[in-house]
Structure formats: structure tokens, C-alpha cells
């Protein structure tokens, strides 16, 4: 048994206090709580206080502290519930203590999950060029469930996937380029897989932004514009590569590297009659 001998507001913060106590050797002090615990367990000058006591107090008082934690943590942004329990871990609030503060902020309507879902799938569908399947892995990392995740990327409609992978290629086609058009596809086609769109939607959004890029690419002559210039600059480099090659064996090298980097023979044997 020990007696509070005194109790001080603390300089950095008002809404905690500190507890003095002797033990029976002299004041000395013994922790801090919040104002909140101090209301509930009516601390004050002269009070006994038991071991038991002391570890409510405590207990109570670490899930007031990582409440706070909480509650600022999402003051910035809505978190999912796992979010928030990664966040008072690392804090290094026990689990018991982690468990009743989220059972308290899912009763205060702080956490919903499927809220959350919903609202993060309508954000990083209208403010970055991710595609579905990269939201729902990073839905997934968040701790939301299948069936959530399902009824959450409703939120992000076909349609605005494809508009968005249209964009997104003809973006990529603006830069311009010294590859084939075949070579900038499969380019165009793997940074669209990785950004997390179907194989279904780049497809379609191939189309589209291949037939604006074909027009596009048609010389005075009616020619392939943009690929003449692309071959003529593949094919500096490989003539410089096999230059030690003559006749025969010098085309035929030419041909192989060329169709390589995706040109189609038509364009390759132009471009060797203009040699």
C-alpha cells in the first residue's frame, strides 16, 4: 500500500499529471496518467492506492495513451484497422492494449473498413493512373478482406480504366521514340500490366491509341513516317556493328537485326534499297 503525497500538472503537456507517492521511504514519483484516468479513478492527495490499483491505473492509463496515438494518427487521413494496429505496435503498445483501442474506435465509427475501401479506390482511381489490380494489392497490404476488396473496386468501372489507359499510351506515344511501333507496344504493354491494368483493357486501349498513333505516323507520301525515321536510326547502329560484313552476309545480318527490334520485312527492304 502506498499514499499519493502529490500531484503536479505536467510543463509539456496539460492534460497529463504527474503522481507522487511514498512507499514508506519518502516522496518519490511514481508515474503519469492522463486527465481522463485521474477523473476515473478520483486520484488525489492522501488517496491509498494497492499494487492491484496501480496496475489498473497504468493499464487504463497505456490505453488512453495509444488512444491519443491513435486518434492523431487518423486525424490525417481515414486508416484501415490494420493500418492503425501496425502503427501502435511499432508505437510498442501491447496487444491487449491495441485490442481495446481499436474495439473502441470501431465503436465510435473512427474505423470502418469497407468506408475506407471504398473511399481509397475512388481516390486513386481519379488522382493517379493506377489501374485495379495494383489498388487491390495495395488494399490487400492494408489488411482489407476478399470480400470487401470485391465490392470496393466497383468504385473504379471499366469504362475508367480504359479512358485512363488510353491516356496513359498516348502519354507514352508523345515522348516519341526510336523503337518499331511493334518494340513501343510491348514497352506500352508491360508498363501498363505493371501499373496494374487487365490484359483485356490494354488491349482495347492498344487499339485505340494505335489507330490515333498510326495516323499520326503517315508521311506526305503515305508512308510510315515515324518508323522510316525509327529504322534509319536502328539501322545506323547496326550498320556501324556489322560493317566488317559484305554482300550477302552483310543483308542478311542487317535483316535479322532489324527485324528484331521489329520492323516488318517490307519496311526492312526499303530501308536497305535506300543503303
Known amino acids: 500500500m502506498a499514499i499519493i503525497t502529490k500531484i503536479t500538472t505536467q510543463q509539456k503537456n496539460i492534460d497529463r499529471f504527474n503522481i507522487f507517492m511514498d512507499y514508506g521511504k519518502g516522496e518519490q514519483f511514481a508515474f503519469s496518467v492522463d486527465s481522463d484516468v485521474l477523473i476515473k479513478f478520483g486520484l488525489k492527495k492522501g488517496m491509498e492506492v494497492d499494487e492491484f490499483s496501480l496496475l489498473e491505473i497504468q493499464y487504463q492509463d497505456d ?33 491487449p492494449v491495441v485490442n481495446e483501442v481499436i474495439h473502441k474506435l470501431t465503436a465510435q465509427k473512427y474505423i470502418n473498413d469497407r468506408e475506407f475501401a471504398f473511399a481509397y479506390v475512388r481516390t486513386q482511381a481519379n488522382t493517379t493512373d493506377k489501374g485495379p489490380d495494383v489498388v487491390k494489392q495495395e488494399l490487400k497490404q492494408k489488411g482489407i478482406s476478399e470480400v470487401i476488396l470485391v465490392e470496393a473496386l466497383k468504385e473504379f468501372p471499366r469504362e475508367q480504366q480504359i479512358e485512363k489507359a488510353v491516356k496513359l499510351c498516348e502519354k507514352f506515344f508523345k515522348k516519341g521514340s526510336k523503337d518499331s511501333l511493334r518494340i513501343q507496344k510491348q514497352k506500352l504493354e508491360q508498363m501498363l500490366l505493371r501499373k496494374g491494368y487487365s490484359f483485356e483493357v490494354i488491349q482495347i486501349a492498344l487499339e485505340d491509341a494505335g489507330t490515333m498513333r498510326a495516323d499520326a505516323a503517315v508521311d506526305d507520301d503515305g508512308n510510315g513516317g515515324s518508323e522510316l525515321e525509327a529504322i534509319r536510326y536502328q539501322g545506323e547502329k547496326a550498320v556501324r556493328k556489322y560493317s566488317q560484313y559484305n554482300g550477302f552476309e552483310f543483308e542478311q545480318k542487317m535483316k535479322q537485326a532489324l527485324y528484331r527490334k521489329g520492323f516488318s520485312m517490307e519496311l526492312i527492304e526499303k530501308y536497305l534499297s535506300e543503303l
Open 63 to 95: 490505453i488512453r495513451k495509444a488512444y491519443n496515438l491513435a486518434v492523431h494518427y487518423l486525424a490525417r487521413r481515414i486508416r484501415s484497422e490494420k493500418e492503425i494496429r501496425d502503427y501502435l505496435v511499432e508505437k510498442e503498445m501491447e496487444e
